[in-house]
């Protein structure tokens, strides 16, 4: 399932983790053999995933510190323009086509500014402040509101998660995943004007090209499962998106540890025991084992807190996850202590490499607990960092443990995105534990609990 817009409305967006009967599509699949001529064989193995065959994921606003903004000065002649960008050299050769000008006369200062998570790789205040100044014929300083920023910036598209697994006497035998979802948009291209250009040829054609590419380059099972594929389909919903911290991989992933939860549950076995038996490499066995070892995995926990564990690995670099989470107060769950272990080869700054992963474990909370936009006749109801619900201080764990493994290779590996799928599955198999649900609704709590500003 996907989101579609509707008599102009565009819906809340989809999302869930499903699994399914094969080779039927309800919450059930049953494992067993049937032969011409006997009766059926009674099934060997069962797994269950829940009375709720479908639940939403809602889209996310990328929420940085800092609005859309811009200065610029445009004359007849040439442009100059500042802001804060992710892609300069495509908004550079974009104004300049924009304006009419020569390339040479335009010049594109880049600025310090803080993390937007993948909203500045566009430049629409650039582009709208370079046009305002072209039309007044005078230096232009732009900025956007913050209510403007959350209603009509770019947000992480919807996606809808099918997971269909089959297991037989403790071996799993295929796991099949398949993603729905909003367009991301790519049509910044890759930093220069080609591959922009490229990315806006018709639908199927130029942006689907970059959005299967990253799909299936950053996308990867990190378990023997047997027969794996994992496989994208993408709509176009009128929602404006963009590239959102991991990407793909903090839903594909952060899906697929859950459902990894859940055939441990169904196989009878741990769910740590169960990741280490099937994980392909020692190197991704080291970190699972050290955040196991150093967040004493299983030790007894209150009613309504549990442990919850999961790993991740792209970039050439792994990591684990190990969090506990506390739902006695349902108005206000917490994790509330957090083992992290990370492997990217060869670590050069490991202090920012600790910031890294603590600021994955923050995106996750966030996202699977509270940080969410409501889409309400096509436009979101959160206005504010008061509406739009993402971590703050008293919802980080007081006890965050980062463990950087010395190195183990020549060449460093990726750290920016490698943070936030394992946190969100290691949080949502937490919450899971501790109440009992199985969680396919994404964030958790997600009710309206405040009075939208007008629109």
Not at 133 to 157: E, I, N, Q, Y
Not at 318 to 344: P, Q, S
Not at 347 to 358: D, I, T, Y
Request: with cysteine; glycine share 8%; net charge positive.
């Amino acid at each position: 399932m996907c989101a579609r817009c509707s008599r102009g409305r565009v819906p809340a967006a989809v999302g869930s983790v499903r699994a399914s009967r094969y080779p039927r599509t309800d919450d059930t699949f049953r494992v067993g053999r049937r032969s011409r001529g006997f009766p059926p064989a009674r099934p060997i193995a069962t797994l269950r995933a829940g009375n709720k065959p479908e639940a939403v994921r809602t889209v996310v606003s990328h929420a940085p510190m800092e609005t859309n903004c811009a200065v610029a000065d445009v004359r007849d002649d040439r442009a100059e323009i500042w802001s804060g960008l992710t892609s300069p050299v495509v908004a550079r050769q974009t104004i300049a086509a924009d304006l009419g000008l020569p390339l040479d006369k335009v010049t594109v200062h880049v600025v310090q500014a803080g993390g937007s998570f993948g909203r500045r790789l566009f430049f629409d205040a650039a582009l709208e402040a370079a046009r305002v100044s072209r039309a007044c014929r005078l230096p232009v300083r732009l900025m956007w509101t913050r209510v403007d920023d959350t209603r009509h910036g770019r947000m992480r598209p919807a996606t809808h998660h099918k997971i269909r697994a089959t297991h037989l006497l403790g071996e799993v035998l295929s796991f099949e995943h398949r993603v729905a979802a909003a367009e991301t948009d790519f049509r910044h291209g890759l930093g220069e004007i080609i591959s922009a250009t490229a990315a806006h040829l018709p639908p199927g054609i130029g942006n689907a090209t970059l959005a299967q590419t990253l799909f299936l380059t950053t996308v990867k099972s990190p378990y023997h499962f047997g027969l794996t594929t994992q496989a994208l389909a993408e709509v176009q919903t009128g929602i404006p998106t963009a590239s959102w911290r991991s990407v793909y991989s903090a839903n594909t992933r952060g899906a697929e540890e859950i459902m990894v939860d859940e055939l441990a549950a169904a196989t009878g076995r741990d769910p740590y025991r169960f990741r280490r038996t099937f994980l392909k490499t020692d190197a991704q066995r080291a970190v699972l084992d050290k955040v196991a070892a150093e967040g004493h995995w299983g030790r007894a926990m209150e009613p309504g807190c549990a442990q919850g564990i999961a790993f991740h690995e792209e970039y050439k670099s792994r990591t684990a996850c190990l969090v506990e989470i506390d739902t006695r107060d349902r108005r206000h769950v917490r994790v509330t202590r957090a083992v992290i272990a990370v492997d990217v080869g060869l670590p050069v700054n490991p202090r920012g490499l600790e910031a890294q992963m603590a600021g994955g474990l923050t995106d996750a909370i966030s996202t699977t607990l509270r940080a969410g936009l409501h889409i309400d006749k096509g436009l979101p109801m959160e206005g504010s960092y008061s509406q739009f619900h993402w971590a703050q201080q008293r919802d980080t764990p007081r006890d965050l443990r980062v463990f950087v493994l010395p190195a183990t290779g020549a060449e460093p590996g990726g750290a920016g995105e490698l943070g936030v799928p394992a946190a969100v599955g290691a949080i949502a198999n937490a919450w899971a534990r501790a109440t009992g649900s199985k969680p396919r609704s994404f964030p958790l709590d997600f009710d309206v609990d405040f009075t939208p500003y007008p629109r």
